[in-house]
């Protein structure tokens, strides 16, 4: 049984699996899960992945994958090369420290900025199978995180052609989609940030980003 790759285009999550995917030149087939239908909460998708999340791996009848963090590490494992998480000691240590400061001050900013603002999304500040109120000044506040995360990436790359280790990683690949989706609050590259702009030019020569 081939893997099977649960995406949604759309969505800077699976976005990073499929990246990771395409570097390791892993054969899986894909199917899409329309977020815009709800069909992440249907109950096909739920037997799944009770999480109602994406993306998903199914590796074999009997196991699936379902969250970014989980996949990574199975692909690291099982495909090594290119290594996307470093491969001594303290290049892990870094690229694991620069992935877990992009996900929480920008990865968490995004969904806050927009799931607590638009309209759309009444009852469902949170995504997951429960639905959530929205709390507006959370909306606010994620915006802020957004801007704070831009200027501290654009002093990090001031002299480097990737985020950590002197090598593309885990850090690189969810650093660019959560800033390409950013646009969905609003947020975009300017003149003030020349470094991220320079890095995200270099990483839209790779297929992979572009997948």
Known sequence: MSIVF???SMAPSPRRTRIMLVEKNVPH?????DMMKGEQLSDSYRAINPNCTIPALKIDEDVILTDSAGIAVYLEETYPEPALMGKILMDRVEIASWNSQVEHELGQAIPNALRNTNPMM???ALP???N???IPELGERGLAQIDAFMGKLEERLEGRDYIAAAQLSVADITAVCFLDFAKVVGKRLTDRHPNIQRWRANLALRPSFNA
């Open 122 to 124: 009444k009852d469902r």
């Open 6 to 8: 649960y995406d949604y």
């Open 128 to 130: 997951g199978p429960v």
């Open 132 to 134: 959530y109120k929205q």
């Open 29 to 33: 087939d894909v199917i899409q899960v």
